[in-house]
């Protein structure tokens, strides 16, 4: 699933003593920023029960929060618990697990300000490396771009970005080349990051064309540095003036940032077959389709995460692959 940032989006790694007050969330290891699994799947869960969509499944129609029911001794029998619950988990309870599996959202592609053609999308072999990785593990198929490392500093045919063959992102130059591997894998996901209707197509050909492989060193300076720190205050209503104490900054990943997560899929774990409700099946493997069904027809184009909403901070658009 790829999480398309249409706002900047602040998932909080809680207060810190650095620089910044409220940081994002990072990876131990890498510094790359990621969101929490446990936060990406909360919000969804949220948005799935806001947006109720029917979903048809066993050629029923159903909606998330209706009731399960089922048919015992003739006579159909409804629980006191929604499809939602059964297939994200209870909220207040660990009565049984969810039958939906979230990985945490990884960075793919990082929006950083070019001197030409605005902004550059950035990734590099270590990335690539990893998300060819995940989506094999998954049982996805991609097209076999052979060793990613010797594509770095490289940009597709055609670049808007090169100014001879160089290009300026930031403050920083880098030497490139444009080659037909590089184009190739920006067509790879230009075709699948972006929904498919008209209005995406400048951002699908922009991504043709504006993709950028740098060395895994320089893409972590970018993620680590090349972010949205934004200084926030409160005013005191009486004086007029900065409240005692209420200055603080806050970083965001920016607008246009690409994230993608893996989700996976069982049966209902319930311990009785009426409990299932509608996903009841013959195997456990027609059940797990059913509950990627009823993920895939329910799940809301926009959800919202992290922090501050209210301000119009964190709506991400989900695709799926």
């Known amino acids: 699933m790829f999480i398309i ?80 619950s059964l297939v994200f988990g209870p909220e207040d309870s660990d009565e049984h697990a969810s039958a939906i599996t979230f990985t945490d959202a990884r960075i793919l592609l990082f929006p950083v300000k070019s001197l030409k053609g605005i902004f ?4 590099c072999p270590m990335v690539l490396e990893r998300f060819s990785k995940e989506i094999k593990m998954a049982g996805i198929n991609s097209s076999n771009f052979g060793n990613f490392y010797t594509l770095q500093n490289t940009t597709p045919r055609q670049s808007n970005l090169a100014i001879e063959s160089k290009i300026i992102l930031e403050e920083f130059t880098f030497e490139v080349n444009e080659n037909d591997i590089t184009s190739g894998i ?24 504006d993709l950028v492989i740098l060395s895994d060193d320089d893409f972590k300076q970018f993620v680590k540095t090349s ?16 409240a005692s104490g209420a200055l603080w900054t806050e970083e965001y990943l920016p607008q246009d940032t690409i994230l993608y997560s893996l989700v996976m899929f069982t049966e209902p774990k319930v311990k009785s077959d009426e409990q299932k409700g509608i996903f009841k099946s013959v195997t456990p493997q027609e059940e797990a389709e059913l509950v990627a069904k009823f993920f895939k027809d329910g799940l809301p184009e926009i959800v919202q995460i992290g922090g501050n909403q209210t301000i119009g901070k964190g709506f991400v658009r989900l695709k799926i692959l």
């Open 227 to 242: 972010t949205e720190v934004i200084t926030r205050t409160r005013i005191d209503d009486k004086t007029g003036t900065v």
């Open 186 to 209: 920006a067509e790879w996901f230009a075709n699948r990051i972006f929904p498919s209707d008209n209005a995406y197509n400048y951002w699908r050909e922009k991504l043709k064309s």
């Open 5 to 84: 940032a249409e706002t900047p989006v602040h998932a909080g790694s809680g207060s810190e003593l650095g620089l910044v007050d409220l940081p994002i969330q990072r990876e131990r290891h890498t510094d790359f920023p990621k969101i929490e699994a446990s936060g990406l799947k909360g919000c969804i869960k949220e948005a799935f029960g806001i947006a109720n969509k029917e979903i048809e499944l066993n050629a029923k129609k159903i909606r998330p929060k209706d009731k399960i029911k089922y048919i015992k001794d003739n006579a159909e029998t409804e629980l006191n618990k929604d499809y939602l």
């Open 120 to 123: 550059a999308w950035i990734t």
